[in-house]
């Protein structure tokens, strides 16, 4: 009996350790995961000046919802485009208001851009956010999905789930890590010249996941940060443009792309090949004739 009582209280110094280290674990872990998380909640951004400003344009409505900040040129309609937005890694989502603001003003269409705002700021916590966006406003026929770095590597995933709800997907600062070269999909990847985080091997390499007549667009000047108003980014290289002027040619190059080509409507990708073929003939052969 004593045996058994010395051996009881030998091992309960060990249990008192292991409990303390089991105890001091698991507090240490969640100290990581709250400072990971405040981390990220905290976010890049956004340049409060530039946001106030798109706020006070008399031409532009800014509407904050549940599913993220929505800018528009005025009534949301059918003949609307809508571009859904995700945000890029750590950088919180109205950093983008402004760069949505030069597409909409830039469009030659009624233009609606939704900045998704994710979780954590992470688009990744939320891959599937468009689909609350596209319900919000079932109104809107023509759709695109899109973002900025990690932002629109997610839209990529996204779409190459839903490509039949989607017109066009837009990358910007990005590239996509999955197959979409069979979607029918419309395309638009706009890099900055001097961007200095994107892994441009990986951008190249990547190209072949998407639509042989995908357009890529380089931006003299334009740097990571440029796509969004947000301050500088570590690791990026200078910019030769300024932060409104980049933002300004970042919005021209995808409105004027939506408008152009990103108008074609889900209608019409889903007819026969030879049907797509036959009407684009006859919409030619007028000018052809002139």
């Given at each position: 009996?004593?045996?058994?009582?010395?051996?009881?209280?030998?091992?309960?110094?060990e249990?008192?350790t292991?409990?303390?280290?089991?105890?001091?674990?698991v507090?240490?872990?969640?100290?990581?995961?709250?400072?990971g998380?405040?981390?990220?909640?905290?976010?890049?951004?956004?340049?409060?000046d530039?946001?106030?400003?798109?706020?006070?344009?008399?031409?532009?409505?800014?509407?904050?919802?549940?599913?993220?900040?929505?800018?528009?040129?005025?009534?949301?309609t059918?003949?609307?485009?809508?571009?859904?937005?995700?945000?890029?890694g750590r950088v919180?989502?109205?950093?983008?208001?402004?760069?949505?603001?030069?597409?909409?003003?830039?469009?030659?269409?009624?233009?609606?851009?939704?900045?998704?705002?994710?979780?954590?700021?992470?688009?990744?916590?939320?891959?599937?956010?468009?689909?609350?966006?596209?319900e919000?406003?079932?109104?809107?026929?023509?759709?695109?999905?899109g973002?900025h770095?990690?932002?629109?590597?997610?839209a990529?995933?996204?779409?190459?789930g839903?490509?039949?709800?989607?017109?066009?997907?837009?990358l910007?600062a990005?590239?996509?890590?999955?197959?979409?070269?069979?979607?029918?999909?419309?395309?638009?990847?706009?890099?900055?010249?001097a961007?200095?985080?994107?892994?441009?091997?990986?951008?190249r390499?990547?190209r072949?996941?998407?639509?042989?007549?995908?357009?890529?667009?380089?931006?003299?000047?334009?740097?990571?940060?440029?796509?969004?108003?947000?301050?500088?980014?570590?690791?990026?290289?200078?910019?030769?443009?300024?932060p409104?002027?980049?933002?300004?040619?970042?919005?021209?190059a995808?409105?004027?792309?939506?408008?152009?080509?990103g108008?074609?409507t889900?209608?019409?990708?889903?007819?026969?090949?030879s049907?797509?073929?036959?009407?684009?003939?006859?919409?030619?052969?007028?000018?052809?004739?002139?």
């Amino acid at each position: 009996m004593r045996k058994s009582l010395d051996s009881v209280a030998r091992r309960l110094p060990e249990r008192r350790t292991l409990a303390f280290a089991v105890g001091a674990a698991v507090l240490l872990a969640a100290v990581v995961v709250a400072g990971g998380a405040a981390y990220f909640a905290a976010g890049l951004g956004p340049d409060a000046d530039a946001v106030a400003a798109v706020e006070a344009d008399p031409n532009l409505s800014v509407d904050r919802t549940a599913v993220g900040t929505a800018v528009s040129d005025g009534p949301v309609t059918a003949s609307t485009v809508g571009l859904v937005y995700y945000p890029g890694g750590r950088v919180a989502h109205e950093s983008y208001v402004p760069t949505a603001a030069e597409i909409v003003a830039a469009s030659d269409r009624a233009a609606l851009v939704v900045v998704v705002d994710a979780p954590l700021n992470l688009a990744v916590l939320a891959p599937d956010r468009a689909d609350r966006v596209r319900e919000r406003y079932p109104e809107v026929d023509t759709w695109a999905v899109g973002g900025h770095s990690l932002g629109g590597a997610m839209a990529c995933r996204h779409v190459a789930g839903n490509a039949e709800a989607y017109d066009a997907l837009v990358l910007h600062a990005a590239y996509c890590d999955r197959d979409i070269s069979q979607s029918g999909l419309d395309v638009l990847a706009v890099l900055g010249g001097a961007d200095g985080v994107i892994d441009a091997e990986r951008e190249r390499a990547s190209r072949s996941n998407l639509p042989a007549d995908a357009r890529i667009v380089e931006l003299d000047g334009v740097n990571h940060a440029g796509f969004g108003a947000y301050g500088s980014q570590p690791g990026d290289d200078p910019a030769s443009l300024s932060p409104d002027a980049s933002r300004e040619a970042v919005g021209n190059a995808t409105a004027t792309w939506l408008s152009e080509r990103g108008a074609v409507t889900r209608d019409f990708r889903s007819r026969s090949l030879s049907d797509r073929v036959s009407e684009g003939l006859r919409t030619v052969a007028p000018v052809l004739a002139g």
